[in-house]
């Protein structure tokens, strides 16, 4: 009963005019920000946080809230549509979203991306409200070991990312997993590997490396083919550019695996959207009954991590209101506005402040409404930017690559990574190294490096710890068993091949 | 379009400043100045400088807008090689925090310590409180301290880099009780409190603000201050030294620093300019708000408060097992 009255009040505070075109303000800004690269949420929010002081809190968080979820629409645009990244969590988006638009098929990957974001999204929200305080306390029992068997499984899933050769997809994470060690160590001030460079004591920035890799060594790849005038095909018409029904079909399960995953990670304060859509990707392909076909461009491989990169806004808000921790980036910004606006984020805000709680929350399902509805009519728009020759396509990639990187920064150092791992990018498809569990590597490894190391630092060097306890013992099981898919594979074919051969 | 929107904002309010804003003696500014911090936006130094800029613009202490820049990287050592390179630059000054003053001192990539910059101003102080969960057996420092040499290195305090205030607390405390506990570092403020708040760590070394909500909420308990004086919100925790561990204070600072090499006209105006920006009522208000303490130091005396730091916090990172490289 509290929850449905809450809502009403809710609504009644998310649907008064000014607040309805302050939460539309937040999701036009937030998808336009998400479609830049380089330029993520947080560094719009806190931009943008001291207009926020004129307004009313409430209205102010609707809009600065637009823009976090808003975001996460707009990141898939390019993803899909250049192999530009457009955050880090639109990384996955790459992998089965650009082969999508290759094949001609940008109009659904960019329609099922905002479908799929809608009702993740949604299901994010319903979760922020209907379990954010027992949910909240689940969070706090995870610990660095259950964080180290939650990347372990991670780390896993590159078995299922692997591409012909499973010896060159370890190759390529092993060399992420060294990247994800550069920079200065937290636990002892050493720098690693900044080979005396002083731009490289915090490491290099997964941004950059997933643009170079991606965006960059495509054009570089292509630029040597000079196939000349060579354009995508864009089918014409607009019932051809959106999603068909058999897509919806095929993407049923990826909403629920978007929705959930991306919820719960997001919940945890050491994980994160980025870490969220890997995952949920890997479930998707661990599950499927045509894994051979991910990484071709399959529609399911966009629905899944775009999903869970939305429905974890939901999750990151509740341990921010539930209990004043953020969880990441984003939320702490989010957490510095409400103390400038003079609310006291902690365990005691939803009960002294519902108004600003449930006026969110309602705020939120009329925003992914909005999104929905902005998103959905530019899909044909956004589509036809492929119909630009290549002569103009690549050289525009690459402008964006540049402007997306310098953004951030604004470091020149940061601009030569770019160009490094655009290269790195280029030497690897040529030899034909899967990109993705390098990223994955790279995504990881720093967590799972971390949570080790805090873990047995805790324990005083036992390594029970990472096994004794009920969380992380399920999750590294379910590790094991994530490695033991191509083995058993193997064996099947091998047994099949038995029986064929006896008959 | 960001930057281009920024030049063209600077170029208006340059325009502006040089039309008629100069006048008495000395040296003036006559751009928009620039103001440096290591952060990104949202960021510690990045919330207070702009904070500061927009206090300074509100009071019409300074005739030029100033307009913050993110020169982010390299723990610091970015924004401040940034500042050495702008050496004699009139326009151009810079928000440091103590990680300018340690970093230099653990990394040899970062070279530029904060006595090759012009000190001006010491600001901020920021105090902190020792916390523990509410249901934790420790009512008094002492009760944790016992138990810490009771049992050693089996109680463990969540914090920051190894370099934070946080172990420097630690590493204090153990040395004059010989208690000793584990430091498990974590990176985000949010990943700390819930080890504390999750019971998979028995004590934290906290910001005063952070901790105010879970105190309220009876979900956290604290058992000292690392304060000069009793902090007014928490008129009851005794400070480290009332509960019995006589440790020096080892503040958490914040203040300005110029280019090297400016003229002394120059260094003249910006110590004026803040010497008289820490007296208006705005930015008490702005301490009081955030639980910081005044911590106002001119030019000469932040130099010898620096030289007096680097030479502390060298010893206690070597007692803590840090690698000193300068």
């Not at chain 1, 402008?399 to 470091?411: L, Q």
């Not at chain 2, 909420?217 to 008129?235: C, D, I, T």
């Amino acid at each position: 009963m509290d929850i449905i009255s809450g809502l009403w009040n809710g609504f009644a505070v998310a649907l008064v005019p000014i607040n309805l075109w302050w939460c539309f303000v937040g999701v036009f800004l937030g998808t336009v920000v998400g479609i830049m690269p380089g330029l993520g949420p947080p560094a719009t929010i806190a931009m943008l946080l001291p207009l926020t002081f004129q307004m009313a809190p409430a209205s102010a968080m609707i809009m600065l809230s637009g823009i976090y979820y808003g975001a996460k629409y707009g990141g898939s645009t390019t993803s899909i549509l250049l192999n530009v990244p457009g955050e880090s969590a639109s990384v996955v988006t790459c992998l089965d979203g650009y082969q999508m638009a290759r094949k001609g098929r940008a109009g659904a990957a960019l329609g099922i991306a905002a479908i799929a974001s809608f009702i993740a999204g949604t299901v994010g929200v319903l979760g922020l409200m209907l379990v954010a305080p027992p949910l909240a306390k689940f969070a706090l029992s995870f610990s660095s070991p259950e964080y180290f068997a939650l990347m372990v499984l991670g780390l896993a899933m590159v078995v299922l990312l692997a591409g012909r050769s499973m010896l060159k997809a370890l190759l390529a994470m092993l060399v992420g997993l060294w990247i994800a060690t550069m920079g200065t160590d937290l636990f002892s001030s050493t720098s690693r590997f900044t080979f005396g460079n002083m731009e490289m004591l915090d490491g290099i920035d997964f941004v950059v490396v997933a643009i170079g890799i991606f965006a960059l060594g495509e054009v570089f790849c292509n630029m040597e083919t000079r196939e000349a005038a060579q354009v995508l095909p864009v089918p014409k018409g607009l019932r051809n550019l959106l999603p068909t029904m058999q897509d919806m079909k095929d993407c049923r399960f990826a909403f629920i695996n978007g929705s959930l995953v991306g919820f719960i990670t997001g919940v945890l304060p050491g994980a994160g959207s980025t870490i969220a859509s890997f995952i949920s990707y890997g479930i998707e392909k661990a599950v499927s009954k045509r894994r051979e076909l991910f990484g071709t461009g399959i529609i399911e491989g966009v629905a899944a991590p775009e999903g869970a990169n939305n429905s974890e806004t939901g999750g990151a808000l509740v341990p921010l209101l539930t209990l004043g921790i953020p969880g990441s980036g984003t939320t702490a910004i989010l957490l510095a506005a409400l103390v400038l606006w003079g609310f006291k984020p902690g365990p005691l805000l939803i009960q002294e402040h519902p108004d600003l709680f449930w006026g969110l929350v309602a705020s939120m399902y009329i925003g992914n409404v909005m999104l929905l509805v902005l998103n959905l009519p530019l899909v044909p728009v956004f589509a036809q930017l492929l119909r630009l020759p290549v002569h103009i396509l690549y050289p525009l990639i690459f402008g964006i690559s540049i402007v997306g990187v310098y953004t951030v920064s604004g470091s020149l150092f940061d601009l030569s990574m770019l160009m490094a791992f655009g290269l790195l990018g280029y030497l690897m498809r040529k030899l034909d190294y899967p990109a993705a569990p390098m990223v994955l590597g790279l995504v990881l490894g720093d967590a799972m490096e971390r949570a080790l190391r805090q873990s047995l630092m805790m324990s005083q060097g036992d390594l029970m710890i990472l096994v004794g306890r009920p969380i992380s013992a399920v999750m590294l099981g379910l590790a094991l068993l994530v490695l033991l898919v191509p083995v058993f594979g193997r064996l099947n074919r091998l047994r099949l091949q038995a029986i064929e051969s006896e008959e | 379009m960001r930057s281009s929107v920024m030049i063209l904002a600077a170029g208006i309010a340059g325009i502006f400043a040089s039309s008629g804003l100069l006048a008495a003696d000395g040296w003036k500014p006559t751009r928009p100045i620039e103001v440096v911090v290591h952060t990104g936006p949202g960021g510690g130094s990045d919330t207070l400088a702009r904070a500061v800029a927009s206090m300074i613009e509100k009071e019409k202490l300074l005739p030029v807008r100033m307009q913050v820049v993110n020169k982010t990287g390299g723990n610091g050592s970015v924004a401040a090689a940034y500042l050495a390179e702008k050496k004699g630059e009139v326009h151009t000054i810079g928000f440091f925090t103590g990680v300018w003053l340690v970093n230099p001192l653990v990394a040899a990539e970062a070279k530029v310590t904060l006595h090759e910059l012009t000190t001006v101003a010491r600001l901020v102080l920021e105090p902190a409180v020792i916390a523990v969960k509410a249901d934790s057996p420790f009512k008094t420092m002492k009760d944790f301290i016992d138990e810490a040499k009771k049992a050693p290195g089996t109680l463990k305090q969540s914090g920051g880099s190894i370099t934070s205030r946080d172990n420097v607390v630690r590493q204090l405390l153990q040395k004059s009780t010989g208690a000793q506990w584990a430091y498990i570092s974590f990176p985000g403020g949010g990943e700390r409190i819930s080890a504390l708040l999750g019971g998979h760590v028995n004590m934290m070394v906290i910001e005063p603000q952070e901790a105010g909500e879970h105190i309220r909420a009876g979900s956290m308990r604290l058992l000292a201050q690392v304060a000069s004086k009793r902090l007014p919100s928490f008129p009851n925790v005794p400070l480290l030294k009332e509960a019995g561990f006589d440790i020096p204070v080892v503040p958490q600072v914040r203040g300005v620093v110029a280019p090297p090499g400016i003229p002394k006209e120059n260094l003249d105006y910006w110590e004026n300019l803040f010497r008289k920006f820490v007296q208006t009522a705005a930015w008490k208000k702005y301490l009081e708000d955030n639980q910081f303490e005044d911590g106002y130091q001119n030019s000469a005396d932040l130099l010898k408060f620096v030289d007096a730091y680097s030479v502390q916090m060298t010893g206690i990172l070597k007692d803590a097992g840090v690698k000193v490289v300068r």
